[in-house]
């Protein structure tokens, strides 16, 4: 996929593992804001991280323990969240799931 690219198969995407038990593809980009799609087996985990975008996430499937600046809450399917910048974040998938993750400015190292 490139950046310029309007539309996106699910076909037309690679998926990468980033850490055990994790998966995810670019959906769709452009250099303002990116969106991804991010699968987790049953107790994958999201390792705290922080970083200068913001990102505003959506539980499409299972249930996820997110923990953000320190507090900690469980999403199911249907459930968001949003991460300002730079504050430390992460999540656990208490069940098989998948996250739709949006970050304004798009992740430059996602593209490498």
Not at 3 to 12: C, I, K, P
Request: one cysteine or more; glycine letters at 8%.
């Amino acid at each position: 996929m490139s950046s310029s690219d309007l539309f996106v198969s699910a076909e037309g995407a690679e998926w990468v593992n980033p850490e055990p038990g994790v998966t995810r593809r670019i959906m769709t980009c452009l250099p303002e804001m990116m969106m991804v799609e991010v699968a987790f087996e049953s107790g994958a985990v999201g390792a705290a991280h922080s970083h200068p975008h913001i990102q505003a996430s959506y539980v499409a499937e299972g249930s996820f323990e997110v923990t953000i600046d320190g507090r900690t809450e469980v999403l199911k399917q249907g459930g968001s969240f949003i991460v300002p910048p730079n504050l430390i974040h992460g999540v656990k998938a208490l069940e098989k799931g998948r996250l739709i993750d949006s970050f304004t400015p798009h992740r430059a190292e996602f593209l490498k």
